[in-house]
Structures are given as structure tokens and as C-alpha cells.
């Protein structure tokens, strides 16, 4: 058994340290908003059942027309998945063989979509707090058909403005170089900057995004893709028929019409991450300034974190390992800002760990 490579579904960690687990978990490694589902989904839960005895509309007609209407963008520069992650495993398959560039840390399935179709990887990889020097990318994209950036950073939770953002997709641009931009995270940004509309500018860009995160649909699956008309039409040939299911394509257009919830939750994040940034602070922890719903934490006075995972675990609080994170090696632990409530028994359970360490 190996250590899980992603967060979510906690059994995995306590079976493989063999903790036996607490009656109570909070889980702070899945990094979905603490405010949950908006009510209408929840209001409108029961009726979803007539949708499912049939099969879904396989174009999505209305589920697209929502989004283009809700973010002002041509139907033929839009490409829904079954979730993020079915594009990004789509991706893997457009950039078979070719060589590619993922700038780390970051999320582990570029990588492993990538190297299941043959490609030739190779990291630039930044610290935590710094960000990309621009002479150091040109050399990094020399002789590379595609470069991944996750905008908002996962784990990092730094995000790259629109200006200096241009600028990369602009050195990308002239090197022949594909640029995928992952904005899974951007909903939870309080000054989100319109990166998107750069792909107006530049045919090699593709910006991914989901639903799951910002509405608590991580069960349902639902995300997608933003780009020129002819990858569209290029990743769209490998998906399959009914790929997208018929309560997530309800749902979604739901969600897509919740812009009011989406701002309170930007509110609700940026105060709790503030106050849980200044209280560890207060406790000697070291964190990295995250701009969305999930920081970097980790105890100066040690090296290794392992102790204080396996500690938080049999408290029942589950963080998310960085171990399998390129540049981070298990230094720092990830943490979601969940409820009030759970992010200060978190605090609790580091005070029990400031007296004992
Ligand atoms: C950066 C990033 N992109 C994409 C995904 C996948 O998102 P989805 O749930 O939409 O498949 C994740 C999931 O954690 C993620 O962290």
C-alpha cells in the first residue's frame, strides 16, 4: 500500500499508517468550500430523479448555452468535462509523445496523465513564495510543445496576474509552445483579474476550470475547458457520448446562475484565511500567503512533519501530505480553511502540540 496521492477519502491515510480511526474526522485535505452546496441544488434535489431513467442530452445544449451566456464566451471556445480532471486525462492524450514542461509544485495528474501517454517531462520548479522569473521560463519552454501552470497554484495557493501572465503566454506563443493554464481554484478568488479573456488573444492557450470545488459537487463531476475552436474540436473527438451525467448537467446550470453565493464565499475565505494565517503565526508556525481556500503550513522547529501528521490524525484532523509534491518533499503540510468551527478546533489541537513540542 502507498501513501495517497491525492486528499479526500481519509480511510486510505489511517490504513496506511495503521492509526485506527478517531470516531469524529475533519477533513482539511479536500479543498472544497466550507459553505457547502448553494440551497437551490438541495431545493431542487428531489426533482433530478426524472432526469435519470433516460440518457443525457449528449451535447449538452442547455448546460452550454448557460455557460457561454454566464461567462460571455462563444460556444465554439468551450469544452465541458466530467470534471477538470477527465480534460486534463484528455490533455494527456492531445500532448502524446511530446515534450512537456510542468512548472512545480503542483498538481500531481499532469504529470501522471502525461507520463501514461509517453511524454518527456521536465520540471521548473519554484519555492512556495517565489514567483516565475521570466528569463529562467523562456529557458526552461526551449524545445517544449506544452507547459502546465495551475493559476491558482495547487498546493501554493499563489495566483499570477493577468500582466505577467500575458507575458509567459507571450514567450509560449513564440516558442510554438502549447500553454495550458488550470484555473480550477480562481472562483475563490476576492480579485479574480479576468486572466480568461487572454484566450481571445492567443490561439495556443487552454484554460481548465471546475465546478466541483466552488460548489461542493466533487461527487457529481463537472468542469471545463476554454480555448481555440480547433483544440476544441481536436479533444473534443476523443471524449465519449453522455460523458457528462444527467444531474450534473441540471446542477451545473444552477450553479452557473449562483453569482451571489460565489462572492460570499470569496468573503468568507479571505477573512477565515486571514485570521487562521495570523493565529498559527501567533503559534510559531511558518504559512505561505495563499490568495484562495487552502494555505501551506509548517512547524520551523522541525524537519520532518511526519510526527505532526500522524499527531493531527489521531485527533481526527486530517491535512493534506505534500510528499509527493516536486520542491515541497513533505516539508509543509496543506490545509483547506474550512468552517469556523473546524478551523479552531485545528488551532486547538496545534496549542495541545506547542505544549508537548
Ligand atoms: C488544480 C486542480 N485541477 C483540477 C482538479 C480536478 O478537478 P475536478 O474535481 O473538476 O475534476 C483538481 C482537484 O483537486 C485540482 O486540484
Redo the contacts with the bound molecule.
Keep these: 500500500m502507498s501513501l495517497p496521492s491525492h486528499g479526500s477519502n481519509p480511510n486510505y491515510l489511517y490504513d496506511y499508517y495503521q492509526i485506527k480511526k478517531p470516531k469524529q474526522l475533519i477533513d482539511f485535505s479536500v479543498?472544497i468550500n466550507p459553505l457547502g452546496m448553494p440551497d437551490k441544488v438541495k431545493e431542487l434535489w428531489p426533482s433530478f430523479i426524472n432526469q435519470v431513467a433516460d440518457y443525457p442530452d449528449p451535447q449538452n445544449k442547455k448546460l452550454m448555452k448557460t455557460l457561454s451566456d454566464t461567462l460571455s464566451i462563444d460556444q465554439a471556445h468551450l469544452l465541458l468535462g466530467n470534471?477538470?480532471?477527465e480534460l486534463?486525462s484528455l490533455l494527456g492524450l492531445h500532448l502524446r509523445n511530446k515534450s512537456i514542461l510542468i512548472i512545480q509544485p503542483t498538481?500531481s495528474?499532469y504529470e501522471r496523465v502525461c507520463r501514461a501517454h509517453n511524454c518527456q517531462i521536465n520540471y521548473y520548479t519554484i519555492q512556495p513564495n517565489q514567483t516565475i522569473c521570466l528569463n529562467e521560463f523562456e529557458q526552461a519552454i526551449q524545445e517544449k510543445e506544452a507547459v502546465f501552470l495551475?493559476n491558482p497554484n495547487?498546493p501554493t495557493g499563489k495566483y499570477i496576474k493577468k500582466p505577467l501572465l500575458k507575458k509567459m503566454a507571450n514567450i509560449c506563443f513564440k516558442h510554438n509552445c502549447l500553454f495550458v493554464i488550470?484555473e480550477?481554484?480562481y472562483d475563490f478568488l476576492i480579485d479574480y483579474d479576468q486572466s480568461i479573456e487572454l484566450y481571445k488573444e492567443y490561439s495556443n492557450l487552454i484554460f481548465?476550470r471546475?465546478l466541483?470545488k466552488i460548489y461542493s459537487i466533487?461527487g457529481l463531476?463537472l468542469?471545463y475547458l476554454v480555448a481555440h475552436p480547433s483544440i476544441i474540436k481536436r479533444i473534443q473527438a476523443y471524449l465519449p457520448h453522455w460523458h457528462i451525467n444527467a444531474i450534473a448537467g441540471e446542477v451545473g446550470q444552477l450553479c452557473l446562475n449562483e453569482s451571489e453565493f460565489v462572492k460570499e464565499t470569496q468573503v468568507y475565505i479571505t477573512e477565515e484565511r486571514q485570521r487562521m494565517m495570523k493565529s498559527l503565526t501567533n503559534l510559531s508556525f511558518e504559512v505561505v500567503e495563499s490568495e484562495v481556500n487552502y494555505y501551506l503550513v509548517r512547524d520551523q522547529t522541525r524537519t520532518d512533519l511526519q510526527a505532526l501528521f500522524i499527531y493531527l490524525l489521531e485527533q481526527g484532523i486530517v491535512l493534506r501530505h505534500t510528499v509527493n509534491f516536486p520542491g515541497l518533499a513533505g516539508k509543509w503540510l496543506r490545509v483547506a480553511v474550512k468552517t469556523k468551527q473546524e478551523n479552531s478546533l485545528f488551532l486547538e489541537a496545534l496549542k495541545r502540540w506547542r505544549e508537548i513540542n
Design positions: 479543498n470534471g477538470a480532471a486534463i498538481f495528474e495551475c495547487n488550470d480550477a481554484f481548465l471546475s466541483t466533487a463531476r468542469g
